[in-house]
C-alpha cells in the first residue's frame, strides 16, 4: 500500500468518526498520556506497557495503565490483578499493582477474565471514554495506554479521543514489515500525535551457557527503519522466557526493563523540562 492510499484512507475514516478529544478527567490530573502501539499483534504491546509502567513507578513516579485492548484485556493478568475495581460517589478506583501502578481495564467487569468481548466499534468507544471520565485516577505523571494492535478503528479510537502526547512503537525483527509499520507511524502524525520513538521487543537472546548475543533475525532491521522512517529507536527487550513466565504469574512488574525510563524522560524533556526538577513524590 503506498503512503498516499494510506493517509486518504485514515483521514476518510478519521472525518467519519468525527470525535473531539477529551480534557483533563474530572477530578484528576493526568501530567503526560502515553500510548503503546504497534503494527501488528502479538509483539508485546501489553508487556511493554506493563514494564514501561513498572519502571516509571518504581522510579517514585505516579502512574496508570489504561488497558484500552478492550475486547483482548491483558494488564489485570500480567499483574495479577482481578476482582471489581470499586465505586466511590461516581467513579470507579483502579486497581492498584504491588508497586502502585493503578490499573483498569475491561477485564475486571469480565465474569471470567478470558470471556470473550464481542462489542462493536461504539460501544468499544464508550468504554474508551469510561475509563477516562469515570475513574477516579488521581494525580498521575504518566499515564500508559495499552492499545489494541494494528490500524484499525480502536486503536483510531482511543488517539482521537484521549490526549495523548505521544506513542511508542513497538514491533520485533521478526514481524518487521516496513510498510505495516509505516503505516502505524502515519496513522499517529496524521491525528497529529507524535511517536516518540520504537521499542524493539524480542531483539535477541542470550545464551544460558556463555551469556552471549544471538540475534536469530539480525541486529539491524529494527535500526535500519527507524533511520528509514527518522524515529528513534529507544531501546531493545530479550526475548526472554522470564517475561512470559513472570506475566504468566501475575509478576510481570518484578521483571527489569530500566531503559524504558527514557519514555518518561523524553516525555518530559519535550515539554521543556529536566527530568528530576518537575518530578512529584521522586525518591532521591
Ligand atoms: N521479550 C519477550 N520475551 C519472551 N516472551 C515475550 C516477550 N514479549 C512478549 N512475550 C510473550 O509474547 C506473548 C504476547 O505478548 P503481549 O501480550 O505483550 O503482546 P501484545 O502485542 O500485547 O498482543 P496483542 O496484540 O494480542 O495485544 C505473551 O505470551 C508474552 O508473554
Ligand atoms: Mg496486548
Ligand atoms: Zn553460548
Not at 150 to 160: I, K, M, R
Not at 249 to 261: P, T, V
Request: charge should be negative; proline fraction near 7%; glycine fraction near 10%.
Amino acid at each position: 500500500m503506498t503512503s498516499k492510499a494510506t493517509r486518504e484512507e485514515i483521514e476518510a475514516r478519521t472525518q467519519e468518526r468525527g470525535l473531539t478529544k477529551l480534557g483533563q478527567p474530572p477530578e484528576s490530573t493526568i501530567r503526560y498520556v502515553v500510548a503503546v502501539m504497534s503494527g501488528k499483534g502479538g509483539v508485546g504491546k501489553s508487556s511493554v506497557s506493563a514494564l514501561l509502567a513498572s519502571e516509571i513507578a518504581r522510579a517514585g513516579y505516579q502512574v496508570g495503565i489504561l488497558d484500552a485492548d478492550i475486547t483482548g484485556p491483558s494488564i489485570p493478568r500480567l499483574f495479577g490483578l482481578s476482582g471489581t475495581p470499586p465505586v466511590v460517589g461516581s467513579y470507579f478506583l483502579p486497581e492498584k499493582s504491588k508497586l502502585g501502578v493503578r490499573v483498569m481495564s475491561v477485564g475486571f467487569f469480565l465474569e471470567h477474565q478470558d470471556d470473550p468481548v464481542i462489542w462493536r466499534g461504539p460501544l468499544i468507544g464508550g468504554a474508551i471514554k469510561q475509563f477516562w471520565t469515570d475513574v477516579l485516577w488521581g494525580d498521575l505523571d504518566y499515564l500508559v495506554v495499552d492499545l489494541p494492535p494494528g490500524t484499525g478503528d480502536a486503536p483510531l479510537t482511543v488517539l482521537q479521543l484521549l490526549p495523548v502526547d505521544a506513542v511508542v512503537m513497538v514491533t520485533t525483527p521478526q514481524t518487521l514489515a516496513l510498510n505495516i509499520v509505516k503505516k502505524a507511524v502515519t496513522m499517529a502524525q496524521l491525528l497529529q500525535v507524535s511517536v516518540l520513538g520504537f521499542i524493539e521487543n524480542m531483539a535477541y537472546i542470550t545464551c544460558p551457557g556463555c551469556g552471549k548475543r544471538i540475534e536469530p533475525f539480525g541486529g539491524e532491521r529494527v535500526q535500519e527503519a527507524s533511520s528509514y522512517l527518522g524515529v528513534p529507536l529507544i531501546g531493545s527487550l530479550p526475548m526472554d522466557p522470564r517475561i512470559s513466565t513472570l506475566g504468566d504469574e501475575g509478576r510481570i512488574e518484578e521483571y527489569r526493563a530500566e531503559f524504558l525510563l527514557e519514555v518518561a524522560h523524553m516525555l518530559e524533556r519535550r515539554n521543556g523540562n529536566t527530568s528530576n526538577e518537575t518530578v512529584r513524590g521522586h525518591e532521591t
